[in-house]
């Protein structure tokens, strides 16, 4: 006998911006396993275009939204300062809620968000989409397999120079670099530390974009086991510089995201190097050491885990786990809100 198929997710979309239409709506766009039918947006031209592609239904508002729609899961894909409590009116209207990223720049309403969805039994995906990135799930693969050694460090850079003017550069909406572009990586950075944040340094400065919050981040995150995570994203930086580097005690990973040259050794094959205290001869440096190194090239891909809304119908119609826990983004709020006080540039 046949199996049934199982019955597409039916999904509103409140936000018809880079976000919600860009990013949500292009990704389902094609898969039969979600149908667009509710959307609301306070431009009416986004909603006629997307009412004329998906023949869904359109609101003034996203209160009518979730008064009206039968949608099964909501995507949130408004301003960041509207999030968490579009996000609690859309848990507790009766829908699982996909929240984009960042939940808050409030850890205590992050927190909220988080019970409420926890109390009402409904599903909180938020969008770190990046955590199913073959790139990122191949550092991570390194890192565990210890290939190259205790991995002790992972260096990550996104660098640019450009002068941004849109909303995302006010504090007003929680604009800035460290809330719109950084969540992804600081959640990617939690996951390679392996093990709870001890130490905080974070240093924000506005440079060269319009509005009043941060285009440059450097933050530096030191875990309990002593891994360190040092994270560079920065708007106005015109040489860009390698994505990742991940040392560890026996070899080096190098890769643009793309593709990784790997370099390690075997610790076996070293001779043993005996620590002299006596002046080295001729007043020299160094000594006959040599190193069997070994050396590739590779592809950038880890083990496919498939993307964020594989896992959103895995979760909501196979009953699987949910691969970027709720709990988890809190902690992306957490370390962000404690790197934001490190800095002072927010007080």
């Known amino acids: 006998m046949?199996?049934?198929?199982?019955?597409?997710?039916?999904?509103?979309?409140?936000?018809?911006?880079?976000?919600?239409?860009?990013?949500?709506?292009?990704?389902?766009?094609?898969?039969?396993?979600?149908?667009?039918?509710?959307?609301?947006?306070?431009?009416?031209?986004r909603m006629e275009e997307v009412e004329e592609e998906f023949k869904c239904a359109t609101y003034p508002d996203y209160e009518a939204l979730l008064a009206e729609s039968d949608c099964d899961v909501v995507v949130v894909a408004t301003y960041s300062?509207?999030?968490?409590?579009?996000?609690?009116?859309?848990?507790?209207?009766?829908?699982?809620?996909?929240?984009?990223?960042?939940?808050?720049?409030?850890?205590?309403?992050?927190?909220?968000?988080?019970?409420?969805?926890?109390?009402?039994?409904?599903?909180?995906?938020?969008?770190?989409?990046?955590?199913?990135?073959?790139?990122?799930?191949?550092?991570?693969?390194?890192?565990?397999?210890?290939?190259i050694g205790e991995v002790f460090e992972i260096r990550m850079r996104a660098l640019s120079f450009s002068r941004r003017n849109d909303w995302q550069t006010?504090?007003?909406y929680e604009g800035g670099v460290i809330n719109n572009t950084c969540p992804h990586f600081i959640d990617l950075g939690l996951q390679f530390l392996g093990a709870p944040v001890k130490d905080i340094f974070c240093d924000l400065k506005h440079i060269a974009a319009a509005g009043d919050a941060e285009d440059?981040?450097?933050?530096?995150?030191?875990?309990?086991?002593?891994?360190?995570?040092?994270?560079?994203?920065?708007?106005?930086?015109?040489?860009?510089?390698?994505?990742?580097?991940?040392?560890?005690?026996?070899?080096?990973?190098?890769?643009?995201?793309?593709?990784?040259?790997i370099e390690w050794f075997d610790p076996k094959k070293l001779k043993v190097l005996p620590t002299l205290e006596e002046a080295p001869p001729d007043r020299?440096?160094?000594n006959d050491d040599v190193i069997p190194w070994k050396s590739e090239q590779v592809p950038s891909v880890g083990p496919s885990v498939g993307d964020f809304y594989d896992n959103v119908w895995a979760v909501l119609r196979e009953r699987m786990?949910?691969?970027v826990k709720p709990e988890e983004a809190l902690e992306v709020v957490r370390v962000t809100q404690a790197a934001k006080r490190a800095s002072g540039f927010y007080e």
Request: with cysteine; proline share 4%; aromatic share 8%.
């Open 2 to 45: 046949a199996k049934k198929a199982k019955k597409p997710i039916s999904v509103g979309v409140i936000g018809l911006g880079r976000s919600g239409y860009d990013i949500h709506i292009r990704r389902m766009r094609g898969d039969d396993r979600f149908w667009i039918s509710a959307v609301t947006d306070w431009i009416p031209e």
């Open 81 to 147: 300062n509207t999030h968490a409590p579009i996000s609690k009116d859309v848990l507790k209207a009766g829908y699982h809620c996909i929240c984009e990223k960042p939940i808050s720049d409030s850890f205590q309403a992050a927190r909220g968000l988080v019970g409420t969805a926890k109390k009402l039994r409904k599903k909180l995906f938020v969008h770190q989409n990046y955590r199913f990135q073959l790139e990122a799930r191949h550092i991570l693969d390194v890192i565990k397999s210890k290939r």
């Open 170 to 172: 006010l504090q007003e």
């Open 216 to 261: 440059h981040v450097k933050l530096v995150l030191k875990a309990e086991n002593g891994r360190v995570y040092d994270m560079e994203v920065s708007s106005v930086c015109k040489f860009p510089e390698p994505k990742w580097t991940v040392l560890g005690s026996e070899g080096t990973l190098l890769s643009d995201g793309k593709t990784s040259k």
């Open 284 to 286: 020299t440096y160094g």
């Open 321 to 323: 786990a949910m691969i």
